[in-house]
RNA sequence: GCCGGGGUGGCGGAACUGCAAGACGCAAUGGACUCAAAAUCCAUCGAGCGCAAGCUCAUGAGGGUUGGACUCCCUCCCCCGGCACCA
């Protein structure tokens, strides 16, 4: 026999498995598809991160499963290759992007095939090919021409050290998430997309899904919906109104004071006496940066202008109008009514500054006795305006009072009887924001725009699509923070594609969002030139079957991909008898750890390589451990030691699958486990519990070793089909060297015999009082009476029951018995 | 602060809708094979008591429900992830 050369195998099946194109997705319209999608990589310098492979094995065991299935599986793979690490690089060093990315995808490809990953190979696609991203441009002019792309001058993200305008997502804790920089805010004008457009129903498709609840509960967290009342209060000796929401609107009596944000545009239209003061203010609010914002969360601040009252439209009471940084002038109208008694900021705010505490609801719920409910008894309402002012606002609803004729009603009611009753109306408000979608940088898309002084923004025509991004030497941002392409004059200056004058390109990129929003789709038809891809193969691949990527990505990626997609099915772009989500099921596996159980990093130096490892043991034995070594969807550390025991694993095959050619004993009690085997491997791979897969697997060759040759030929080739998905070249080889034809991965995937699992003899426990005492082998199916006369008749037992009552006896069925005492 | 997810041997982790806690792997110890080593194979491997059969305790802490709880309920502690002045 042979010794086990995981090398020269591992090779030979990647070689004839490309040769042979077995892997290739076919557009056979009629058959059965699964696709199986894994997030397509950031090609970076570093090469494939074991966090990559973990994904890729899992999602490539999943897919082997499915061929072996019959389906007809799509399974590709791609580069997410525009981004900032290559741009800074080419800063650094002056290596093109372009080049760089060439140099880093050939690394990542070699990589990934040496993995034996089934991806197909055929639909390989690159973000950064113009070919690519004339349809991401082309998407863009879509959005543009629905108008949902829109150009604003916003108070934005800086890093100074990058150049560059950051996304809030970007922003970690006030600093740069690549750099590390403190983040400032400067103006400047932004193509944003109207995703919040798209809030209730990227909410409301979640229940059409089958994602993770956990998964869910964050995208929801992120679209913040809240229902609520936008509420005016007009200004004394004024015609100026000021507009506020609140999910409160039955606290409104008890509204005693109002905020502005800072920059709020009301400021600059009202009069009052302490100018200077409000403007010092208002400069200082703005120098503040995020990080002390939320430093300062406890310690409010605010000032009063002085001179202007508002009046509260329920009790037509005057009440001052304040500026305090605690109102954010993004949310809502950008100005709040204050409601001490009720809101934890609010109560601070006027604890701080002496302002009117007004109790205007006494809670109901469970907890408060009836007494102190009882609105009417004046004791119980000085109780709680004493209570709220001694120990903090009441945040909960129950029943309103000191609200005029309001007075008596539960909550839930007065909400929406007093917004009726001051003319206000009912508003969803969202917390999450239009997504800022352009980047004064050179490593990504150009927006595909043309600013002409007499028609404004014009696009680019359809037959002028892909605008490439010219080749450039300098690829430094301007200091102004433009993009390093404002300085490519000839690439600027263009005609107006709609007057013909002289006109200006857009110089601004697209984020990296931009390319993946949609990758999925290209996939079904990578070649197209005509289209994004040919609604017949979207029609027949689309939605993804199931989506594996990191949980990192599914607020951002996983909503803005799900918008495009419902953008495109709304246009018509796509099918519209698909359904407006693209993807069926989304799952996430958990980070891989360094050995240190910290997250990997460069500058930790506790990065594992893969080449190393499949150097080192085998491209096998790296699969069966990234698999085998904890809960997918968990956190775990990497142990080297580990893959020691994945490598023993297959060595152990080898030895047993050579000998097995020989086989002359055909065991019964094998065949059960192996059957026992099978049906645990087919549930645990759909439920991505791959660790107990493999400990089955180890299972059964444990016990396949005792007796080596009483393996059928039959079995072995079952055995062999299951192991395959983990395995593949291992399995491959001793496929062929037991004789058997045909490539083991394309056989059919084995069914468990149930019957054969249900033979098998069963331990029955025995308890007496709850504690196991004794055991007895019993046949399946024992009725009760059978078992408690086998049971009562045991040495055993017996002395545990002598002298004693029997109360009464428990009995599950092909498990235990409980005797009671 | 709010929302999720967790705390099980020396370690990574098993345990279905409550029914033998610690599968599988790693490490460790003893043994076989060998001149020797590696590899491999066999055995032991939560704690305590016992010559043994066996008994008792044990799944972050405390309480509860149950014939029976890692699993369900209540209170508390700790760890990880996300959001964070969102009115």
């Given at each position: 026999?042979?010794?086990?050369?995981?090398?020269?195998?591992?090779?030979?099946?990647?070689?004839?498995?490309?040769?042979?194109?077995?892997?290739?997705?076919?557009?056979?319209?009629?058959?059965?598809?699964f696709?199986v999608?894994?997030?397509?990589?950031?090609?970076?310098?570093?090469?494939?991160?074991?966090?990559?492979?973990?994904?890729?094995?899992a999602m490539d065991v999943l897919a082997r499963k499915r061929r072996m299935e019959g389906f007809?599986v799509?399974?590709?793979?791609?580069?997410?290759?525009?981004?900032?690490?290559?741009?800074?690089?080419?800063?650094?060093?002056?290596?093109?992007?372009?080049?760089?990315?060439?140099?880093?995808?050939?690394?990542?490809?070699?990589?990934?095939?040496?993995?034996?990953?089934?991806?197909?190979?055929?639909?390989?696609?690159?973000?950064?090919?113009?070919?690519?991203?004339?349809?991401?441009?082309?998407?863009?002019?879509?959005?543009?021409?629905?108008?949902?792309?829109?150009?604003?001058?916003?108070?934005?993200?800086?890093?100074?050290?990058?150049?560059?305008?950051?996304?809030?997502?970007?922003?970690?804790?006030?600093?740069?998430?690549?750099?590390?920089?403190?983040?400032?805010?400067?103006?400047?004008?932004?193509?944003?997309?109207?995703?919040?457009?798209?809030?209730?129903?990227?909410?409301?498709?979640?229940?059409?899904?089958d994602?993770p609840?956990?998964?869910?509960?964050?995208?929801?967290?992120?679209?913040?919906?809240?229902?609520?009342?936008?509420?005016?209060?007009?200004?004394?000796?004024?015609?100026?109104?000021?507009?506020?929401?609140?999910?409160?609107?039955?606290?409104?009596?008890?509204?005693?004071?109002?905020?502005?944000?800072?920059?709020?545009?009301?400021?600059?239209?009202?009069?009052?006496?302490?100018?200077?003061?409000?403007?010092?203010?208002?400069?200082?609010?703005?120098?503040?940066?995020?990080?002390?914002?939320?430093?300062?969360?406890?310690?409010?601040?605010?000032?009063?202008?002085?001179?202007?009252?508002?009046?509260?439209?329920?009790?037509?009471?005057?009440?001052?109008?304040?500026?305090?940084?605690?109102?954010?002038?993004?949310?809502?109208?950008?100005?709040?009514?204050?409601?001490?008694?009720?809101?934890?900021?609010?109560?601070?705010?006027?604890?701080?500054?002496?302002?009117?505490?007004?109790?205007?609801?006494?809670?109901?719920?469970?907890?408060?006795?009836?007494?102190?409910?009882?609105?009417?008894?004046?004791?119980?309402?000085?109780?709680?305006?004493?209570?709220?002012?001694?120990?903090?606002?009441?945040?909960?609803?129950?029943?309103?009072?000191?609200?005029?004729?309001?007075?008596?009603?539960?909550?839930?009611?007065?909400?929406?009887?007093?917004?009726?009753?001051?003319?206000?109306?009912?508003?969803?408000?969202?917390?999450?924001?239009?997504?800022?979608?352009?980047?004064?940088?050179?490593?990504?898309?150009?927006?595909?725009?043309?600013?002409?002084?007499?028609?404004?923004?014009?696009?680019?025509?359809?037959?002028?699509?892909?605008?490439?991004?010219?080749?450039?030497?300098?690829?430094?941002?301007?200091?102004?923070?433009?993009?390093?392409?404002?300085?490519?004059?000839?690439?600027?200056?263009?005609?107006?594609?709609?007057?013909?004058?002289?006109?200006?390109?857009?110089?601004?990129?697209?984020?990296?969002?931009?390319?993946?929003?949609?990758?999925?789709?290209?996939?079904?038809?990578?070649?197209?030139?005509?289209?994004?891809?040919?609604?017949?193969?979207?029609?027949?691949?689309?939605?993804?079957d199931w989506y594996n990527?990191?949980?990192?990505?599914?607020?951002?990626?996983?909503?803005?991909?799900?918008?495009?997609?419902?953008?495109?099915?709304?246009?018509?772009?796509?099918?519209?008898?698909?359904?407006?989500?693209?993807?069926k099921k989304r799952t996430?596996?958990?980070?891989?750890?360094?050995?240190?159980?910290?997250?990997?990093?460069?500058?930790?130096?506790?990065?594992?390589?893969?080449?190393?490892?499949?150097?080192?043991?085998?491209?096998?034995?790296?699969?069966?451990?990234?698999m085998?070594?904890?809960p997918f969807g968990?956190?775990?550390?990497?142990?080297?030691?580990?893959?020691?025991?994945?490598?023993?694993?297959?060595?152990?095959?080898?030895?047993?699958?050579?000998?097995?050619?020989?086989?002359?004993?055909?065991?019964?009690?094998?065949?059960?486990?192996?059957?026992?085997a099978i049906k645990k491997v087919s549930e645990d791979i759909e439920v991505l519990k791959f660790n107990t897969a493999i400990?089955t697997?180890?299972?059964?060759?444990?016990?396949?070793?005792?007796?080596?040759?009483?393996?059928?030929?039959?079995?072995?080739?079952?055995?062999?089909?299951i192991?395959?998905p983990f395995?593949?070249?291992?399995?491959?080889?001793?496929?062929?060297?037991?004789?058997?034809?045909?490539?083991?991965?394309?056989?059919?995937w084995p069914k468990a015999?149930?019957?054969?699992?249900?033979?098998?003899?069963?331990?029955?426990?025995?308890?007496?009082?709850?504690?196991?005492?004794?055991?007895?082998?019993?046949?399946?199916?024992?009725?009760?009476?059978?078992?408690?006369?086998?049971?009562?008749?045991?040495?055993?037992?017996?002395?545990?029951?002598?002298?004693?009552?029997?109360?009464?006896?428990?009995?599950?069925?092909?498990?235990?018995?409980?005797?009671?005492?």
């Open positions: 026999m042979a010794n086990y050369n995981p090398q020269r195998i591992e090779k030979k099946w990647q070689d004839k498995w490309e040769k042979l194109g077995i892997f290739q997705a076919r557009d056979k319209l009629k058959k059965a598809k696709y999608l894994v997030e397509f990589p950031y090609p970076s310098g570093e090469g494939l991160h074991v966090g990559h492979c973990r994904s890729y094995i007809n799509l399974f590709p793979i791609g580069w997410d290759a525009f981004g900032l690490p290559t741009e800074n690089y080419a800063i650094k060093t002056g290596v093109a992007p372009s080049l760089a990315t060439q140099k880093n995808t050939d690394n990542f490809r070699r990589q990934a095939k040496r993995l034996g990953l089934s991806f197909d190979w055929k639909r390989e696609i690159n973000t950064t090919d113009p070919n690519y991203y004339k349809w991401t441009q082309w998407i863009f002019l879509q959005l543009f021409k629905e108008g949902l792309a829109y150009k604003k001058k916003l108070p934005v993200n800086w890093c100074p050290s990058c150049k560059i305008v950051l996304a809030n997502e970007e922003v970690i804790n006030g600093a740069c998430e690549r750099c590390g920089a403190k983040v400032t805010k400067i103006e400047k004008e932004q193509w944003l997309l109207r995703i919040t457009k798209y809030a209730d129903r990227l909410s409301d498709d979640l229940a059409k899904v994602y609840g956990k998964i869910k509960i964050l995208q929801k967290d992120w679209i913040g919906r809240s229902e609520g009342a936008e509420i005016e209060f007009p200004i004394k000796g004024s015609q100026e109104k000021i507009k506020v929401f609140t999910t409160r609107p039955d606290t409104l009596f008890g509204a005693t004071y109002l905020v502005l944000a800072p920059e709020h545009e009301l400021i600059s239209k009202l009069s009052f006496t302490n100018i200077n003061e409000i403007k010092t203010y208002i400069e200082k609010a703005k120098n503040k940066k995020e990080i002390e914002r939320i430093a300062l969360k406890k310690d409010k601040t605010g000032v009063e202008l002085k001179g202007v009252k508002a009046i509260n439209p329920a009790t037509k009471g005057e009440i001052p109008v304040w500026v305090a940084d605690y109102v954010l002038s993004h949310y809502g109208e950008g100005s709040i009514m204050s409601v001490p008694a009720h809101d934890e900021r609010d109560f601070q705010f006027a604890k701080k500054y002496g302002l009117i505490i007004e109790s205007v609801v006494i809670p109901s719920h469970k907890g408060v006795p009836r007494e102190f409910i009882d609105y009417k008894k004046k004791e119980t309402v000085e109780y709680w305006r004493n209570r709220i002012k001694l120990n903090g606002p009441v945040l909960i609803g129950g029943i309103v009072f000191n609200s005029g004729k309001f007075t008596g009603m539960p909550s839930e009611k007065a909400k929406w009887e007093i917004t009726k009753f001051v003319g206000g109306k009912r508003k969803t408000q969202y917390r999450f924001r239009d997504w800022i979608f352009s980047r004064q940088r050179y490593w990504g898309e150009p927006i595909p725009l043309i600013f002409c002084e007499k028609c404004s923004w014009v696009p680019v025509l359809e037959k002028d699509l892909p605008v490439r991004l010219p080749e450039i030497k300098d690829y430094k941002p301007t200091e102004k923070g433009e993009s390093p392409l404002a300085k490519v004059k000839n690439w600027v200056n263009v005609k107006c594609p709609s007057c013909r004058g002289q006109a200006k390109r857009e110089t601004d990129v697209m984020p990296n969002w931009a390319g993946s929003n949609w990758y999925y789709l290209r996939y079904c038809d990578p070649k197209n030139n005509r289209k994004l891809a040919d609604p017949k193969k979207i029609k027949y691949w689309l939605p993804v990527g990191g949980m990192e990505h599914v607020t951002l990626h996983l909503l803005y991909s799900r918008f495009i997609f419902k953008f495109l099915w709304d246009i018509g772009a796509i099918p519209k008898n698909l359904g407006s989500e693209p993807y996430a596996h958990g980070v891989i750890l360094g050995g240190d159980g910290v997250k990997m990093s460069k500058s930790r130096g506790n990065i594992i390589n893969p080449d190393k490892i499949v150097e080192q043991h085998s491209t096998d034995a790296m699969r069966l451990y990234t085998f070594m904890g968990e956190m775990i550390p990497w142990d080297m030691k580990g893959l020691i025991g994945a490598r023993r694993f297959l060595e152990k095959v080898w030895r047993l699958g050579n000998q097995a050619s020989n086989a002359k004993g055909n065991s019964l009690r094998l065949k059960k486990i192996l059957h026992k400990s697997l180890m299972e059964f060759s444990n016990t396949w070793q005792q007796t080596p040759l009483d393996l059928s030929k039959e079995d072995l080739k079952d055995f062999l089909k192991l395959s395995a593949p070249h291992l399995t491959e080889e001793l496929w062929e060297k037991s004789g058997f034809t045909g490539f083991c991965c394309q056989q059919k015999d149930l019957k054969l699992i249900r033979e098998e003899k069963i331990n029955l426990i025995i308890q007496i009082n709850g504690k196991v005492r004794d055991k007895i082998e019993i046949n399946p199916g024992i009725s009760q009476k059978e078992a408690e006369n086998a049971v009562l008749k045991r040495e055993r037992v017996k002395k545990w029951l002598a002298g004693k009552k029997i109360k009464k006896i428990i009995f599950v069925p092909e498990k235990l018995i409980n005797i009671v005492v």
